[in-house]
């Protein structure tokens, strides 16, 4: 009987440390992000408010590889222009990997307001 107690409490303490590690990675490695267009973020590509380049840039660096087993860590990533502030919209940044190979990573606006547009890129 206490084998059994002491069986469930491992099993289910195991449950939990995945479930919240899981939960962690699920949080911390989400490709979306919001950002706000003012007057230090927002370009025009088009005619239309742009999120700027160097900004889409920066923020899919820095999440592409949040944690050692997600993604593969890049640098230099490079946007061809800004992200327009319209759903669907689309640009395909590069970067490079650790040995030196390229990357492509597309973007896509997934919603837009004239206040902020909410963007995911693909791992």
Same mark, same amino acid.
């Given at each position: 009987?206490?084998?059994?107690?002491?069986?469930?409490?491992?099993?289910?303490?195991?449950?939990?440390?995945?479930? &919240?590690?899981?939960?962690?990675? !699920?949080?911390?490695?989400? @490709?979306? *992000?919001?950002? #706000?267009?003012?007057? !230090? *973020?927002?370009?025009?590509?088009? %005619?239309?408010?742009?999120?700027?380049?160097?900004? =889409?840039?920066? #923020?899919?660096?820095? $999440? !592409?590889?949040?944690? @050692?087993?997600?993604?593969?860590?890049?640098?230099?990533?490079? +946007? @061809?222009?800004? &992200?327009? /502030?319209?759903?669907?919209?689309?640009?395909? +940044?590069? %970067?490079?990997? /650790?040995?030196?190979?390229?990357? #492509?990573? @597309?973007? #896509? =606006?997934?919603?837009?307001?004239? $206040?902020?547009?909410?963007?995911?890129?693909?791992?």
């Amino acid at each position: 009987m206490q084998r059994s107690k002491f069986v469930v409490g491992v099993v289910g303490g195991a449950t939990a440390g995945v479930a &919240l590690a899981g939960l962690g990675t !699920y949080f911390l490695a989400d @490709p979306e *992000s919001t950002s #706000r267009l003012d007057a !230090y *973020s927002t370009v025009t590509v088009d %005619g239309h408010k742009a999120l700027a380049a160097d900004i =889409v840039a920066g #923020r899919t660096q820095s $999440k !592409y590889h949040p944690l @050692p087993w997600v993604g593969a860590k890049i640098t230099g990533v490079t +946007c @061809p222009s800004g &992200l327009k /502030a319209v759903a669907g919209a689309t640009v395909t +940044c590069t %970067g490079k990997k /650790a040995d030196g190979s390229g990357v #492509r990573i @597309p973007v #896509r =606006v997934v919603s837009a307001t004239d $206040k902020s547009v909410t963007w995911k890129f693909e791992r």
